[in-house]
C-alpha cells in the first residue's frame, strides 16, 4: 500500500466536529480533480486528431490527444475523469510516454452546468475504445499491444460499454489490459449500498441544488472549512466543479452498472471481457472505495490498493506501479514474431509430447481426452 503526503493542509482540531457534519455531501468536491485552472498550453511535442461518432441528437465531434514515444513499445488510451483533459494529468502522460507508450487521449463531453451529457461520453467512449477506425487503433502500427486508462467517471462508463458490447453479441476491442484509476460508482461517505442514510441526506440536499455548483451553497462551504479545504473555494476555479444535479446523474450511473451487472449475471449471459486493474484509493474521499471494490469483483478483476486520495495517477510511487505492471505485460515484438514464425513446428512439438505422456492420441478431433 502506498502513502500519499496530502498537500492540502488540514485542520485536525476540527476532527471531531467534521464528525457531526459527515451526512453533508462528500461528492461536493467530486470536481476537484482538476486543479490546473485557466488555459494550458498544448506541449510542443504533442499533436491533435480527431473522429467523429454517433451521439444520442447525432453526429458529433470528439477531439484527441496524440502523445507519440520516441520508440514506442505500445499504445495507451487514456480517458480522464469528469470536466479534466489529459492537459490536467500532464505530467503523468509524459512519464508513462517516456516509458515507451504512445498515448492517445480524448475527454468526456464537458457539460457545462448541465446534465443528461453521460449517454454521449458513453457513446464517445464506446467509438473510442471499441471501433476499429478510432485514432486508438489507427494512429500508430497495428503490431503495438493496445492498453487503457481511465479515470473515475470515464471508468464506470466504460464498464457499461463492456455490458453494451456483451449484450449486442460485438466482439471485445483489442486492449491487452485496462487500468481504472479511483474508478467511480459512488460518492465516499453517502454512497446508496454502504450508507444509504447519509445517502438520503446528501439526495435531499443535492435536489435542493441541483444547478449550483458543488462548493458554492452555503452547506458546501461548511463542508470545505470543516474538512480544512477551505482554501480550495479561493485558489481553484469553480467551474471545474460539477453542480449537484451532475452529481446525482453519475451516482445514478454508477448504481445503475450494478443494476445491469447483476442482471447479466442472472442471465446466465457469456462473461467474456478483457483483464482489468482497479486502482482504487482507501482514502478516496470523493469515490467511495468499497463500492468500487464490489465493482471489481463482479469484473473479475485485479484489484491494486493505495493511498493516493482521488488521484493515483498525480501520485509518483502509484504510477510508476501502472508503469511497470504496463511493462510486465508488454510482450517484446521479438517474441511476437518468433512464436508466429515458429508456430507450426512448436504445435506439432506440444502434441508430440502430449500424445508421449498419454494425454492425447493422434485419433482426436476434440479436447484433450483427459480434461473432458
Known amino acids: 500500500m502506498v502513502a500519499l503526503k496530502s498537500t492540502v493542509e488540514k485542520d485536525y482540531s476540527l476532527k471531531q466536529l467534521w464528525r457531526t457534519v459527515m ?23 504533442w499533436d491533435q486528431t480527431a473522429f467523429d461518432y454517433l451521439g444520442p441528437s447525432g453526429k458529433k465531434h470528439a477531439e484527441v490527444f496524440v502523445i507519440p514515444a520516441h520508440e514506442p513499445r505500445g ?28 498515448v492517445l487521449s480524448v475527454s468526456l463531453v464537458n457539460p457545462g452546468l448541465e446534465v443528461g451529457t453521460l449517454e454521449d461520453s458513453l457513446q464517445r467512449i464506446k467509438h473510442f475504445t471499441f471501433s476499429p477506425d478510432s485514432p486508438l ?3 500508430f502500427p497495428e503490431n503495438l499491444p493496445r492498453f487503457l486508462m481511465t ?26 489490459h485496462a487500468f481504472h484509476t479511483a474508478p467511480f460508482f459512488d460518492t465516499s461517505g453517502s454512497s446508496a449500498l454502504y450508507h444509504p442514510r447519509l445517502n438520503k ?10 444547478n449550483e455548483l458543488a ?3 452555503f452547506m458546501d462551504r461548511m463542508y470545505y472549512y470543516f474538512r480544512g479545504l477551505s482554501r480550495l473555494l479561493y485558489e481553484e476555479n469553480p467551474a471545474i466543479r460539477p453542480t449537484h444535479g451532475q452529481i446525482l446523474e453519475i451516482a445514478e450511473y454508477g448504481r445503475s452498472y450494478f443494476e445491469r ?18 486502482i482504487i484509493s482507501t482514502d ?5 472505495p468499497e463500492t468500487a471494490k464490489k465493482a471489481a469483483q463482479l469484473e473479475r478483476a485485479e484489484v491494486k490498493l493505495c493511498r493516493a486520495q482521488h488521484n493515483p495517477l498525480l501520485d509518483p510511487p502509484v504510477r510508476r506501479s501502472i508503469i511497470e505492471r504496463l511493462i510486465d505485460l508488454t510482450v517484446p515484438e521479438e517474441i511476437v514474431n518468433y512464436l508466429k514464425d515458429h508456430a507450426e513446428t512448436l504445435t506439432e512439438a506440444y502434441e508430440h509430447e502430449l500424445v508421449r505422456i498419454g494425454h492425447y492420441s493422434d485419433d482426436d478431433k476434440g479436447p484433450f481426452n483427459s480434461f473432458s
Open 201 to 210: 441526506l446528501y439526495t435531499r440536499h443535492a435536489r435542493k441544488h441541483e
Open 75 to 102: 499504445v495507451v488510451g487514456y480517458l480522464p475523469g469528469w470536466k479534466t483533459s489529459a492537459l490536467d494529468k500532464m505530467e503523468a502522460i509524459q512519464d508513462i510516454r517516456d516509458s515507451g507508450y504512445s
Open 23 to 45: 451526512g453533508l455531501p462528500t461528492a461536493a468536491v467530486l470536481g476537484m480533480t482538476s486543479l490546473a485552472g485557466g488555459q494550458l498550453r498544448l506541449p510542443d511535442d
Open 261 to 278: 451487472k447483476n442482471q447479466e449475471l442472472a442471465s446466465g449471459a457469456s462473461a467474456i471481457t478483457i483483464p482489468q486493474t482497479f
Open 151 to 176: 479515470h473515475s467517471t470515464s471508468g464506470m462508463l466504460f464498464q457499461h460499454a463492456l455490458i453494451d458490447a456483451r449484450f449486442d453479441g460485438s466482439r471485445m476491442p483489442p486492449i491487452e
Open 215 to 217: 462548493g458554492t451553497p
Open 137 to 139: 487503433f489507427q494512429a
Open 284 to 288: 478516496d474521499s470523493f469515490s467511495c
